[in-house]
């Protein structure tokens, strides 16, 4: 199975807008399905919840994934509050009839670094086998899952096959590292797929689809040929405005969706 979903940071940006852009054009864009940024305590609750799958069926939208904020907690209370947030979300996933929740971690070095992931890790993934919930480790370049090395000392130490790796196309493309490299040595850990688009290998400068350098459409193929199974999340960067004073319009989502829809499968 490859389905094609769309990020709801592509609509609404970082703010807490309740998903309302998300779901006014979701559908005019082409999408059928939804990664939902819940990153705000409100955004994850059972309440929540029972509002996004009312609100996905008057759309005629399916939840793909969660999206949570980031991995990380220093100390013991820091490392047991980070696990109980992701205990929860692992039941808001279900909740809302999807089974990926997908995090980052924090800013390099921030917030107990690898170890605190590695000590939630360590009493998450028993439960989420249990539960039979995927949970994909994002990269972001400047954080502590940045790198191949960040990668390969993690699943060492965790090596639960309900844990994978959420490929963020750009981001790995900002923090210099060959999304071919990453294929060769952990495409059976990749769980889930974020396609962004960056202009320029080892330069954080993400931009509009089209008009960058991450080759997405090539990886994407090759994922494929391998046997990937699993969502492709389309994320439109607010993060292009620093660079680019165009408006955004909702043809920036439509074009990712014409350029990658013909990669679903059943």
Excluded at 32 to 53: A, G, Q, S, V
């Amino acid at each position: 199975m490859i389905r094609l979903a769309c990020a709801t940071l592509s609509f609404d940006g970082f703010g807490n807008a309740d998903f309302k852009k998300t779901f006014a054009e979701a559908r005019e864009a082409g999408y059928r399905h939804i990664e939902f940024n819940c990153w705000y305590p409100e955004t994850l609750t059972p309440r929540k919840m029972t509002d996004l799958k009312r609100r996905c069926r008057d759309a005629g939208l399916t939840p793909a994934s969660l999206h949570i904020s980031h991995f990380g907690g220093e100390g013991s209370v820091g490392v047991t509050k980070d696990l109980c947030h992701k205990l929860r979300a692992m039941d808001a996933a279900l909740e809302l009839g999807c089974r990926v929740v997908s995090a980052t971690g924090c800013a390099r070095g921030a917030e107990g670094g690898l170890d605190s992931i590695i000590a939630v890790l360590e009493e998450l993934m028993p439960v989420a086998e249990e539960k039979d919930v995927l949970i994909s480790l994002e990269n972001h370049q400047g954080n502590n899952l940045e790198n191949l090395e960040d990668y390969r000392r993690i699943l060492k130490a965790q090596p639960s096959p309900n844990l994978g790796i959420t490929m963020d196309t750009g981001h790995f493309d900002a923090a210099g590292v060959k999304l071919d490299d990453l294929v060769d040595q952990f495409f059976g850990r990749i769980n889930h797929i974020h396609l962004k688009e960056n202009k320029g290998f080892g330069v954080k400068d993400f931009c509009r689809f089209g008009e960058g350098t991450t080759e997405n459409a090539r990886i994407v193929e090759r994922m494929i040929a391998l046997g990937y199974s699993g969502y492709l999340v389309i994320e439109v960067s607010p993060e292009i405005g620093k660079n680019d004073s165009r408006p955004f319009t909702i043809e920036d989502l439509k074009k990712p969706y014409a350029m990658f829809s013909g990669y679903e499968r059943e």
